[in-house]
C-alpha cells in the first residue's frame, strides 16, 4: 500500500493507493483525514518530498493518523533528505541541522527510512532503519543518452568515495579528480582544480547529488576547458537551480531527477529523448529521468 503525501510525485507505480485528504488551517498547521477502506494489517509506504517543515509536519500527522488506525508496518521515502549539507558545525552558532530532521524522523519509529543519494555518510548513520538508494541507474541511464565514451567528474573531494563507486557499477568508467575551495564564512568558492594535465577533447560527465545555484559546475566548467574537455555534461541526483538554468549555459546538456520538484516541460527535445526532455536555455537541453524509472 502507498501514500503519496505529494499527489504530483508517485515514484512507485502498480501499487495500490491510499486515498486521503490533506489541507493547512487557516494558522497554518498541516491536517489530513486518511480513508478507512484499506487492511491496516498490510505495510503502508509513505512517500513525500520535504522541502519545508510544513511538508514535515504533514509527515508527523500522517503517522501519527496511521498509528491511530492500529497500521502496524509504516516504510517511508523521502529522495531528498533536507539539510543533508549541513552535517557538521562549521563556525560556532549555527545546528547541526540534519540531526534535528533525523531526530523527528526518528521519534516516528518508523520500519524504514528510504533516502535517494544521500549527500555523505552522515545521513544513514543518524537515520534509524535507514536504507541509501544509490545513484547507479540514474547516471546508467544518462549514459545511455549521451553514450558511453565518456569521462567521469568528481566535482570535490566529498564526492569522490561515491562516484568511484558508480564508476565500479558501470564497468570501469573513468574518473577525473577535481577540488576547490570554499569560505565557510562566506561560501564564496574560489580554487577550482583538475587533476589531470590534458582530456584530449573527451565528453566529460561532471556527478553529483545537488545542484543548488550551481556555482560549483560552472567553476569546474571553465577549468575542465582549459585541459581540453570536449563536451560537457551535468548530472544531479537532486535539481533545486535556485538560480535558474540560464547560469549552467556552459553545459550541453543537464539531467536530473524529479526528487526535490517537478519541472515544467516548455517543449520537447526533437523526440531524441523520450523522458520529459525540455529546452530551457538556447543550444543546451535538460532532461528530467523520473524516479519511477530508476527505483
Not at 509536519?57 to 549539507?85: N, S
Amino acid at each position: 500500500m502507498i501514500l503519496n503525501l505529494d499527489p504530483k510525485f508517485a515514484p512507485f507505480q502498480n501499487q495500490e493507493e491510499i486515498k486521503f485528504q490533506s489541507f493547512t488551517f487557516s494558522g497554518g498547521e498541516p491536517h489530513i483525514k486518511i480513508a478507512l477502506d484499506f487492511d491496516v494489517n498490510r505495510k503502508v509506504t509513505i512517500t513525500h518530498r520535504l522541502n519545508s517543515f510544513n511538508d514535515l509536519g504533514l509527515l508527523c500527522v500522517t503517522v501519527d493518523a496511521l498509528r491511530r488506525m492500529d497500521v502496524k508496518i509504516i516504510e517511508l521515502f523521502i529522495p531528498y533528505f533536507p539539510a543533508a549539507r549541513q552535517d557538521r558545525v562549521m563556525i560556532p552558532g549555527e545546528p547541526l541541522s540534519v540531526k534535528v530532521y533525523a531526530d523527528i524522523i526518528n521519534a516516528m519509529q518508523l520500519n524504514k527510512v528510504f533516502v535517494f543519494d544521500a549527500h555523505s555518510e552522515v545521513t544513514p548513520a543518524l537515520l534509524n532503519n535507514s536504507t541509501v538508494i544509490p545513484n547507479y541507474t540514474f547516471i546508467k541511464e544518462v549514459l545511455n543518452r549521451i553514450g558511453q565514451n565518456v569521462k567521469l567528474i568528481s566535482p570535490d573531494g566529498g564526492a569522490l568515495k561515491k562516484i568511484y563507486k558508480v564508476s565500479e557499477f558501470l564497468g570501469g568508467v573513468e574518473v577525473v579528480e577535481c577540488s576547490k575551495s570554499r569560505d565557510v564564512k562566506t561560501g564564496k568558492l574560489s580554487g577550482f582544480k583538475v587533476y589531470e594535465d590534458d582530456l584530449n577533447g573527451m565528453d566529460c560527465l561532471i556527478v553529483d547529488d545537488i545542484c543548488d545555484g550551481g556555482g560549483t559546475f560552472v567553476g569546474l566548467a571553465e577549468e575542465l576547458k582549459k585541459k581540453n574537455a570536449g563536451k560537457l555534461y551535468l548530472a544531479v541526483s537532486h535539481g533545486i537551480f535556485n538560480k535558474g538554468f540560464e547560469v549552467l549555459n556552459c553545459f550541453d546538456g543537464i539531467f536530473t531527477t524529479n526528487s526535490f520538484k517537478d519541472f515544467e516541460v516548455l517543449n520537447c527535445f526533437d523526440g531524441i529523448f523520450t523522458t520529459n526532455s525540455f529546452k530551457d536555455f538556447e543550444g543546451e537541453s535538460v532532461q528530467v529521468i523520473g524516479l519511477d524509472q530508476l527505483i
